[in-house]
């Protein structure tokens, strides 16, 4: 029996009347619809109604001549079509509910339902003029997408390809203020993620490259702007390929989820595999564990005002069959969501991190795919903006930026769980142990936030590594934690008294609560261990690039030759100024007659090079002028000014001219016999000397190696400056840093800073790096 057609409907073309009938009888015309009502009102309805507090927000529209309501069951929660709005065709005037054709099938087609009275819409006419506008509005969308094109934005190497948030605005080709989601796409390798995307956002252009080639056409990550949605979109590299690097590109998929508001796992198989479950499983579980903390830190650190990480992004699942049904399909009591979180139950993979994941499916009988309802489905979850809300392009790039720095560099194989797609090594430190072998639980490069290693279980000890740290007993039993070392002497004590406490008690151990605890031969007999007296004994780790803990730091012997290179240094200094002018009025006054005296000589008599006041000059023994010394390198004898018959220093000009002689008259032959005596024993003098001071340099260089610390770098392994790389030289000396052992130059260590934990007290040498550390050394 079919249902009861009202007058109204028989052919006839009626106006929309008022079926609140709340102020009225339901004689009166529509003037408006209310969404959530599910109603068309009357004026005096919709004014009487909507004045109650709790149906005051609701959302009205003013009816247009031909308006045809929405279906009701389409558009609610409980609709068998979610989102899908359909216009009806019919009222039910006993349900009071506007009804489309499949609905009007599927609920009043039996039982008593089927006598109801209903009222016809007539919507030909409407929905010609509805597609004329749709038409005209895709026309629109198309135009605006012609020329969007696609941008590498991170490489195979996980490295980012834009320099900066204004070159990511610009290659976006979107506004700086413009407000934007993230929509992003994962698979396996060729599935045709491109080709969803430029069919999904850009009405078929070939935004994104696509190929029919058995390689790979996506390689790294890129990017485009849908101007349409106002979404930055990103195609990702497929899963399951022939793909070096393997483990740094799963890693990179993360990122990309990472600041993700909308995910497409996009599959093409006939059904849903189990990689699929693992795959979204693993993101969650890795996203909770170390993204989260990453972006709530770098919303701290850039002082952004929109929250990266709420909750993780929503998930669409895309599923395109060919001969299979989609999923649920046998099952129409149960949604597909319902049995999607039923096969991550069995797996027990447990998706917490995602915010919503939502199945999309299509069957594809004769191609091409119908991309249709997966639009749909995405335009309604971007106008959500409960968990997700759209963010500056800068902010997008701040926190890829982020991510990409904390995550990054080398993971190596050997260290590689394969069970899970993203193994804790893809984003924790990969040190190990030295002593133990246990790697460091936190997160990759955490050293440059001055955060140290650190490990979830204990160490063992090294005699290899020593790696043993001393703590006070007395302060560990008044609840602190104290390390103390071995060292020479206390920090209250002068160098050199210091080095006299130590040549008679030995070494000490100092508390800076306690002060000194410990001296290792404060008897003549009977000292015991301080491992049984005054300290507490704790094995660390030791990670790489780190130095051993209890190594030797008794300096004595370094401490007496530092003191006895400061003595000789500021003897030297001091003496310097006056021996230049003694030494150079001696040698006035032993010197022959015909020689120029040192005052008169302020430049060389060749070159017109300047002395300076530590340039030495020569005299020439021929022609008694002053010269630098390369001008008078050369030597020969001179016996005409009783120089022979040994070779003697003279200047280029009387080298050459050898053969000519000197004209000496015998007076002046005389007069230099004394003079030449008295100079040639000066010379003599003058060389023993600095025989006797190179006799002192040479014990002091041997004994430099056996008086070195332990943890200073040998002499002979320090080839260049640790810091500017320059190499050493004679003329360039090589120092040690007091704090981390490595050799600098003088200009990379002219600092002075006590070095407690290696046992100097007082201000020592140390390298540019270590005195910008904070704290103590």
Sequence with gaps: MSAQTSPAGKGLSPGLMCQESYACSGTAEAVFECDECCSLQCLRCEEELHRQERLRNHERIRLKPGHVPYCDLCKGPDGHLPGVRQRAVVRCQTCKINLCLECQKRTHSGGNKRRHPVTVYHVSNVQESLEAEEMDEETKRKKMTEKVVSFLLVDENEEIQVTNEEDFIRKLDCKPDQHLKVVSIFGNTGDGKSHTLNHTFFYGREVFKTSPA????TVGVWAAYDPVHKVAVIDTEGLLGATVNLSQRTRLLLKVLAISDLVIYRTHADRLHNDLFKFLGDASEAYLKHFTKELKATTARCGLDVPLSTLGPAVIIFHETVHTQLLG??????VPEKLIQDRFRKLGRFPEAFSSIHYKGTRTYNPPTDFSGLRRALEQLLENNTTRSPRHPGVIFKALKALSDRFSGEIPDDQMAHSSFFPDEYFTCSSLCLSCGVGCKNSMNHGKEGVPHEARSRCRYSHQYDNRVYTCKACYERGKEVSVVPKTSASTDSPWMGLAKYAWSGYVIECPNCGVVYRSRQYWFGNQDPVDTVVRTEIVHVWPGTDGFL?????????????????AQSVSEL???????????????????????????LSCNKCATSFKDNDTKHHCRACGEGFCDSCSSKSRPVPERGWGPAPVRV????????????????AQADDEGGTLIARK??????????????????PLGLVKDAARPAYWVPDHEILHCHNCRKEFSVKLSKHHCRACGQGFCDECSHDRRAVPSRGWDHPVRVCFNCNKKPGDL
Excluded at 552 to 563: F, V
Excluded at 651 to 666: G, H, I, K, M, S
């Design 214 to 217: 058995q390689e790979s056409c």
């Design 329 to 334: 399909t046998d099952h129409p009591s149960e």
């Design 551 to 567: 190594k030797d730091n008794n300096n004595a012997a370094q401490r007496l030759l530092d003191g006895m290179n400061f003595m």
């Design 681 to 698: 024993v000066g010379e003599a003098v003058q060389n023993t000397l600095g025989a006797v001071v190179t006799a002192i340099d040479i």
């Design 575 to 601: 003496s310097l100024g006056p021996t230049k002018a003694v030494t150079s009025w001696l040698t006035d006054q032993i010197a022959p007659a015909y020689w120029r005296p040192n005052s008169q000589i």
């Design 651 to 666: 200047c280029d000009n009387c080298y050459e001219a050898r053969n000519v002689q000197l004209d000496v008259t015998e």
